[in-house]
């Protein structure tokens, strides 16, 4: 086993439509939830960066510091424009990738990722099962399954949501007990807001 870690990403670059406001920039007790998901990753990585829009650096710059923040290269492709942006500004790094809108502070499901990511070095990516499902976020996405995507991007037979990225990878899958399910929760709208008591 080694105590490498992997570079932390919170993903804050989606339009937000269904909630109507920038995700990221929510708050719950006068926290920012962009902030609270580095708190929840901070014990698990060695630093961590914050992937945003071209167009959401000024709201940002105000609140985190300038230097964690990654704009977005691509669009049009979903989630993993944040991924391959930090990657193209990190190329060495693998990333442990965190929803800005997922609030869940499960240790355990961390702790079980980066078990595995210290243990098994060889393998293109680190990523959870729920009841046989493929759950995206969080999950370890490898320097070197990165640049392989980076390569097939462009193929119009290649899919790149992240779940079919994940799948298709020599990868290793955590089977998660129900338990642990509240660590996969999604806030994508304000009636899930007052679900969760929000």
Known sequence: M???KPTGLVLCGGDSRRMG????LLST????????????????????L???RSEQKASYSKVLLERKLVEDS?????????ILSAHNRYPDDDFLVL????PSSD???????????????????????????????????TSRLLNEVSKRRMESDFNVSPKNIL?????????????????????NTLSDLSAAGL
């Not at 406001?21 to 990221?24: E, Q």
């Not at 669009?75 to 993993?80: M, Q, T, V």
């Not at 020599?170 to 089977?175: L, Y």
């Open 2 to 4: 080694t105590d490498r």
């Open 21 to 24: 406001t920038d995700k990221g």
């Open 29 to 48: 007790e006068g926290k920012l939830w962009v902030e609270e998901r580095i708190q929840t990753l901070s014990s698990f990585t060695n630093r961590c």
């Open 50 to 52: 914050i992937s945003i």
């Open 74 to 82: 691509f669009s049009n492709i979903g989630p993993i424009s944040g």
């Open 99 to 102: 929803a800005c809108d997922m």
């Open 107 to 141: 240790s355990w499901v961390f702790s079980e990722l980066l078990k595995v990511y210290q243990t098994k070095s060889e393998i293109e990516s680190y990523f959870c099962k729920l009841e046989g499902m493929i759950e995206p976020f969080p999950a370890i996405y």
């Open 167 to 187: 799948e298709k990878s020599n990868g290793i899958a955590i089977e998660v007990p129900k338990d642990h399910s509240n660590a996969f929760l999604n806030l």
